[in-house]
């Protein structure tokens, strides 16, 4: 009979055999399969990434709930900290809030006209074009945005000294006559204004532009003049240097 230390030994022996050729086998299939699909250093960033995610679903799965009044830890662990996937959550502006309103806002309530199509116009060009093309003019300068107003504006826009209607003759204007259009779509002034990202008193002020000075970017009154109440060089120096003894 076999001693029980031996038989023991035995065993550890073969269990550390069966243990190496398990290592040998998954590093060679680890090898094949790179060189077949030629992974790149994102893809298995990525792989790496859901089997994070997958790990911590299932730990969160056997664990149970956190109650209401334990200290939970947010902090990001080694393995996510190696590749430099870490999520950062960053709170909206009041900017943003105001615009996440208006938008919803004027999906719910549209523009409320029936004049063209027997029901609202925002109703009749899609809205995401409308969100989309709105969110590229806030990106625009103030410039930029004065040369497309009025290029989109003189295109649909009469000023001529006679009115030119077919159903009553022809009469000295009184002022111009202004067509609002979007993507082929004519639409009212409010849904107008909306896909541009302004108030009615800016519309107006750049077709007033548009009158006087043709298409060329707005230039506001007081550029270039001096303004009486303002701080000369010498006390802006002043106040600069009393500011930084006070610290």
Known sequence: ????????????????????????????????????????????????????????????????????????????????????????????????????????????????????YGKPCSQVVSMDTVIEFREHCKELSRDELDLVMKSELCTHRRSGDLTTAKKHKQKDRERPFQEFYFVGHRVCRQTFCFAHGIEKKKLLAIAKSLDNDGLTPRVHSGKGRHVKHALGFTDTDRIKSFLQNMQ
Do not use: W
């Not at 550390?16 to 994102?42: I, N, P, Q, S, Y």
């Not at 994070?52 to 209401?68: L, Y």
């Not at 208006?102 to 409320?112: H, I, K, P, T």
């Open 1 to 116: 009979m076999v001693d029980d230390g031996k038989r023991e030994s035995q065993l550890k022996y073969c269990t550390l055999l069966d243990m190496l050729a398990d290592e040998k086998r998954c590093d060679k299939t680890v090898k094949h399969h790179l060189h077949l699909t030629e992974c790149t250093k994102e893809k298995v960033m990525i792989m790496g990434l859901a089997a994070r995610q997958t790990k911590r679903k299932k730990s969160q799965s056997e664990n149970p709930s956190v109650d209401d009044g334990a200290v939970v830890n947010f902090e990001p662990d080694d393995s996510d900290s190696e590749h430099g996937d870490i999520l950062i959550q960053i709170d909206p502006s009041d900017e943003d809030n105001r615009e996440y309103i208006s938008q919803a806002r004027f999906r719910n309530e549209s523009c409320g006209c029936k004049e063209f």
